[in-house]
């Protein structure tokens, strides 16, 4: 027993697309996903690092990159529905910790098993790595998002994602990373010139404004 189905799974992840079942301008494949957040969390790290929090680094890489890696079984649920209801979220991440789990003592030695139950599990935990994931996470589904606006998509779904997205962060308002994207990012991506300019400002500012 190798890691052979572990490294063909992330070919897998090449070709699972995100938001599946809109039309979109430009496709994002799951891999790319996972490669972004990791980016986007080094950088946010970075920032609570100079704020004086203590960032376990081994933590927050294996989290990012790995966060997304199970879809490879159940693939990429639209947002929406996987936040439909408690009931349904719940359902669907046991159905993914049990195909984990079955793919970890099927396919991965011994030896390495707990260390991939470490990597292959929920990510977005009450650490301060897990609430770094859990932002940048947010950060690239709402430039995927953004990016679909800008371009002129009609699908109001891009601006369900983005509003949902933008909430989230704001979660995390509390941390200087949250603050730092919400005061200094996110206004030079509402500064970008597109046609619907005015209507996402607005939103992101009834957004922010509410307790």
């Known amino acids: 027993m190798g890691i052979h189905q572990f490294i063909q799974g992330l070919t897998n992840l090449e070709n699972l697309d995100r938001a599946p079942g809109h039309f979109q301008y430009q496709q994002h494949s799951v891999a790319a996903h996972s490669f972004k957040v990791a980016e986007i969390a080094q950088i946010l790290g970075d920032i609570e690092e100079l704020a004086g929090q203590q960032i376990n680094w081994q933590s927050l890489y294996e989290k990012a990159l790995n966060h997304d890696y199970t879809e490879r079984f159940i693939g990429d649920i639209k947002t929406p529905v996987k936040y ?3 009931s349904l979220r719940q359902m669907l991440a046991q159905v993914d910790n049990d195909m984990t789990e079955n793919f ?3 396919e991965i030695p011994h030896n390495l098993q707990d260390r991939f139950r470490r990597r292959l ?7 301060i790595e897990g609430h770094i994931l859990a932002i940048a996470d947010k950060v690239d589904l709402l430039y ?3 990016g679909e606006i800008e371009k002129g998509n009609p699908d109001n ?3 369900e994602i983005f509003s949902e997205s933008l909430t989230t962060i704001k979660q995390f308002q509390n941390m200087a990373c949250g603050r730092y994207f919400l005061q200094e990012v996110l206004p030079d991506l509402l500064n970008e010139d597109f046609a619907s300019r005015e209507k996402l400002s607005a939103i992101s500012r009834q957004i922010l404004s509410e307790n």
Do not use: C, N, P
């Not at 929920?122 to 650490?127: F, L, R």
């Open 84 to 86: 439909a209801t408690k």
């Open 104 to 106: 970890i003592q099927k």
């Open 121 to 127: 599990g929920e990510g977005k935990d009450d650490t």
């Open 144 to 146: 995927e998002s953004f």
């Open 157 to 159: 779904v891009f601006i």
